[in-house]
Nanobody, 126 residues
């Protein structure tokens, strides 16, 4: 099995920064080498934010966060970080990390990820 645990959410003012992290663990964690971040605001569908291969050689971002968010990984600690800068109130959501096996391209569809964390709340005040 693969476990994903997010941390680092919180409350921040608009224009501020926050970093959320996702630790990947479990007996089968080597079966995943692609990690994505998604978010879900109240009353809205879950949407793609960013994804990265475990090697770090490929990244992908949603248009809404390009230039503001950066995804990176720390292989030594099996952790993927999402650095969020210039935050806006519309970034408020529960942020989830997800993982699966990389099949040649980073995917931005939630149903293509098999493993999910429990989520961490990010709130941006105006």
């Amino acid at each position: 099995q693969v476990q994903l645990v997010e941390s680092g959410g919180g409350l921040v003012q608009a224009g501020g920064s926050l970093r959320v992290s996702c630790v990947v663990s479990g007996r089968s964690f080597r079966t995943v080498n692609m990690v994505g971040w998604f978010r879900q605001a109240p009353g809205k569908e879950r949407e793609f934010v960013a994804a990265i291969t475990w090697s770090g050689s490929s990244t992908k971002y949603a248009d809404a966060v390009k230039g503001r968010f950066t995804i990176n990984r720390d292989n030594a600690s099996n952790t993927v970080h999402l650095q969020m800068n210039s935050l806006k109130p519309e970034d408020t959501a529960v942020y989830y990390c997800a993982a699966d096996w990389f099949r040649g391209r980073l995917v931005d569809v939630a149903t293509d990820y098999s493993y999910w964390g429990q989520g961490t709340q990010v709130t941006v005040s105006s």
